[in-house]
């Protein structure tokens, strides 16, 4: 089973890096980007049963090592 799990700052959390692209951008001359937040991506496969003992797992992985919940919020999309 394949999943996709979305790190990305919680809004209240500055963003620096999200800021310096924005910049960036603004300075390649693309205009009207209003705001960047920047985040990361994992792709994972697992060998689990079901959908939801590998919700459980990816859920566990996040809180312990992928996402700092601190600061981050995650999102998990499973692809069956």
Do not use: W
Not at 36 to 42: D, L, T, Y
Request: charged letters at 20%; proline letters at 2%; a neutral charge.
């Amino acid at each position: 089973m394949k999943a996709r799990i979305t790190v990305t700052l919680k809004n209240a959390v500055l963003d620096p890096q999200g800021k310096a692209i924005s910049g960036a951008l603004e300075s390649l001359d693309f205009k009207g980007v209003q705001s960047v937040r920047q985040g990361k991506i994992f792709d994972l496969v697992l060998a689990a049963q079901d959908q939801a003992s590998a919700r459980q797992q990816l859920e566990a992985m996040c809180e312990k090592l992928l996402a700092n919940t601190v600061v981050e919020n995650y999102h998990i999309d499973l692809v069956p």
